[in-house]
């Protein structure tokens, strides 16, 4: 699968962006460019109503669950999505005890939760399993017009 020096890197690439998403929970204000892109992306996706910074612990938290459980094995992926959890539930209380800038807000832990469950759920083997079923429901279905 990977070398070892491959692994190494898909891993730091991991812990990047780990540490970007714990500096950005702690910065005062988002950047304006990430707050821009954010919201040219919530156009596109017709998301005008989810409010940003909840779309920005999403975005953050399904790219990192993504990237872990596409580049880990299997058996670690609930180990991995419970981390990022316990993570999220972390800079959330610190950012309510530490700071002055920040505040702790439930549905930002709402969608740290979402991005997690969404991104290990399109990783799951049962979705694998659901588009093989329907792989071989079309098959079936092809080969029933042939026969009439």
Not at 22 to 48: C, G, H, W, Y
Request: proline share 3%; aromatic share 18%.
């Amino acid at each position: 699968m990977f070398t070892t020096r491959q692994k190494w890197m898909v891993f730091g690439v991991g812990i990047l962006g780990i540490g970007a998403v714990v500096l950005l929970s702690f910065m005062p204000e988002i950047p304006a460019l990430l707050n821009a892109v954010t919201q040219d992306f919530k156009k596109t996706l017709f998301l005008r109503k989810v409010p940003g910074d909840a779309f920005c612990h999403f975005l953050a938290y399904f790219s990192l669950m993504l990237w872990f459980t596409l580049n880990f094995p299997r058996r670690y992926h609930s180990r991995i999505g419970l981390s990022f959890l316990l993570m999220g539930a972390t800079i959330e209380l610190c950012q309510k005890w530490f700071t002055t800038c920040r505040t702790c807000e439930t549905h930002d832990f709402f969608a740290n939760f979402t991005g997690i469950v969404l991104a290990w759920f399109l990783t799951g083997p049962w979705i694998a399993a659901f588009f093989r079923q329907i792989a071989l429901l079309f098959k079936r279905r092809l080969s029933y017009s042939r026969i009439s």
